[in-house]
């Protein structure tokens, strides 16, 4: 697969599979061999918070599907370095079996790829390995090393009447090495709280998330003093607030929405270009569509939860900004998102799952896309579809104009939360301009009847 056949995500995620395809492909001309599962086989483990590519620790992102990504810029930037390595197969050095005493339980998400070579050569000390068929065992075991395919360099020496020796370029043990010192700052960094200090063994709850000056670790002391958001930043631009962030402390409020985390971003409309609220990490995640193209989002579990999930809360989040709030809509990604739950989800086919007991579920993947602009109300067209039917079939539930959507949604609104709606109109937001940036403008009279 290459890279330009990789599913695309939203602000450059990728799913740990794409990632898996990825990576081979980023250093196949390099002189380091990269593993095929590096994202997924052992010792990867994205629950810890990062993955090991060479001495980068690249972040996991889960999603409120449960499925984690990271991010492709992480991938490219870890692949580059390694890619600039030259490998010396000659200049080796001893790395097994050396017993070397392994760490506490603690320590178990560790990489210790001394240690972990060392358990391997257990699993295969009673092997011929004389013939390089070693390759073979245990290959579910330990499939890689900070994403780099061991086997493919491992020498393996025999001795007589001593068990083989193992092997490995100076090159790559040092980038192990650098890599098992990297994890080990990150992993006292998760320990230690930023702010006070407290270690882990004082306070066993300890929450680590992304702030503008990276991962941070908070411990429940230090998260209760965050102070709450009350509007400080409502009405005023993206624009003009974006010139002083580096001045705004964003960590020392709470998120707006989760009201748990440290907050760590700033959200805002990207159609009316005001500012919603400062949000922590996840819910800024959460909140972005998941996007195919600029006029295309697939609406996923993940996505959909949004809807349902706390609807009221997100809602109330969404109208933050003057523009939706005056308007009584919201952006057009989500907009013709929930379009897509209202109208497309009753009319998608269903499948009956073969050899199982689970009945029907339904076709592929719901998709929205739309043509035209916010600006132009009565031009703009919302395409409800369904992409991956298992049968082949690509079929457009239906079309939707951009102002029925909007009608759909007030209706929509009043039903789900009651009191968002009743803050809403026009009346309540009179200074709100016509056009927010430039645009073909819709001079007819019905299409600026919307606005």
């Known amino acids: 697969m290459t890279e330009a056949e990789l599913p695309r995500r939203a602000h450059g995620l990728l799913t740990l599979p794409a990632a898996n395809a990825l990576w081979p492909e980023l250093l196949s001309n390099s002189a380091v061999p990269a593993a095929s599962e590096a994202f997924t086989g052992s010792p990867a483990d994205p629950r810890s918070g990062y993955i090991l590519l060479g001495s980068h620790l690249v972040p996991t992102v889960q999603n409120a599907d449960g499925r984690w990504h990271v ?30 005493p392994g760490a506490g339980q603690e320590d178990a998400r560790a990489l210790r790829w001394r240690q972990r070579l060392d358990h391997e050569w257990t699993r295969v000390r009673n092997h011929d390995a004389s013939d390089g068929s070693w390759q073979q065992v245990g290959s579910d075991h330990l499939r890689h090393l ?12 025999p001795k007589p009447q001593a068990a083989h020796a193992w092997w490995l370029p100076r090159t790559l043990a040092r980038v192990l090495d650098a890599a098992e010192r990297a994890e080990a700052q990150w992993l006292l960094a998760a320990q230690t709280c930023s702010k006070c200090g407290a270690s ?34 409502e009405g005023q631009l993206y624009s003009a607030l974006s010139r002083k962030r580096s001045s705004l402390a964003v960590s020392e409020w709470r ?19 005001y500012v919603r609220a400062p949000v922590c990490q996840s819910c800024n995640t959460r909140e972005r569509p998941n996007y195919l193209y600029g006029n295309d989002v697939y609406v ?37 998102a929930l379009t897509a739950l209202l109208v497309g989800a009753p009319l998608r086919p269903t499948h009956r799952v073969p050899h199982s007991s689970r ?52 209706t929509w609104l009043a039903e ?11 009346s309540r937001h009179d200074t709100v301009p016509a056009q927010f940036r430039p645009v073909i403008a819709d001079t007819s009279s019905a299409g600026l009847s919307l606005f």
Not at 204 to 209: A, G, K, L, N, Y
Not at 310 to 327: M, T, Y
Not at 416 to 426: L, S
């Open 255 to 273: 998120c707006a929405v989760c009201q748990e985390a440290p907050a760590s971003a700033i959200d805002h409309c990207h159609e009316h270009r």
């Open 300 to 336: 996923t579990s993940r996505y959909a939860s949004l809807f349902h999930t706390h609807a009221e809360d997100w809602l109330r989040h969404w109208h933050r900004c003057p523009g939706c709030r005056a308007r009584t809509t919201l952006p057009l990604p989500h907009l013709a």
């Open 71 to 100: 991010h492709g810029a992480d991938v490219r930037r870890a692949a580059a370095e390694l890619g600039s390595l030259k490998v010396d197969r000659n200049a080796l050095v001893h790395v097994g079996p050396c017993r070397v």
């Open 416 to 426: 789900t939360a009651p009191e968002v709606a009743a803050a809403a109109g026009p």
């Open 359 to 410: 009945g029907r579920i339904p076709c592929g993947e719901l998709r929205a896309s739309w043509a035209g602009s916010h600006n132009e109300p009565r031009s703009c067209v919302i395409t409800l579809s369904v992409d991956y039917c298992p049968s082949g079939e690509h079929r457009t539930l239906a079309q939707v104009p951009y102002r029925a959507a909007v009608d759909r949604f007030r």
């Open 200 to 233: 882990a063994d004082n306070q066993p709850e300890m929450s680590r998330v992304q702030t503008e000056s990276g991962r941070q670790t908070s411990c429940p002391a230090c998260t209760t003093t965050l102070r709450p958001y009350t509007g400080e930043l």
């Open 146 to 157: 900070a994403g780099i395919d061991w086997r493919r360099f491992l020498v393996v020496r």
